[in-house]
Structure formats: structure tokens, C-alpha cells
């Protein structure tokens, strides 16, 4: 279902039937350990891939900040001005 350097290789998947009545494949919801990190605020124009880069130098490591936080779509983590995020040390 991924490749071999997908940060979703080697995980569980679940089947479910969805409304229209086909088959789908996810990815089994993990339950993470708790992140050590710093308690960073959203600011007007936060990006998670610019405090990747900022905090690991590479932005492509975003799902890093995604995952030690609570919302399953990563983008809704910036989305609120004020708001208090976990960022993971490296």
C-alpha cells in the first residue's frame, strides 16, 4: 500500500465498507507516546513545513509537529492565530 520509505510503511491497516458500498484500506490510528517538546504559539501566517525547517532543517519532517499533536489533518494545527502547539525537539 506504501512504499518502502513512507513514514506509513509496515503499519496496520483496517478494511471498512464505506456509504457507497466499496471497499477501503486505511492506515490503523496509532497511539503515539508523549512528544517532549516547546510550546510554540500560531502566529498569523504559521506554517508547519517553516517550523520544520526552523526546528529540524528539512520541512518535509511536518508530520513530526502533526503527530505530536492532536489533530488528525495537520494543516488545522496553524489554522487557528493564539493557538498553543507542540513542537518536538529533534
Known sequence: MFGKK???YG????????????IV???KLRRLPAAGGVETVVTDGSQLDVMSE????DGAR??????????????????TTGRVINVPKR
Open 6 to 8: 513512507s513514514r506509513y
Open 11 to 22: 503499519l496496520a491497516t483496517v478494511r471498512n465498507t464505506d456509504r457507497q458500498g466499496r
Open 25 to 27: 484500506q486505511a492506515v
Open 54 to 57: 526552523h526546528q529540524y532543517r
Open 62 to 79: 511536518f508530520w513530526h509537529i502533526a503527530d505530536a499533536n492532536s489533530e488528525l489533518e495537520a494543516g488545522e494545527l496553524v489554522e
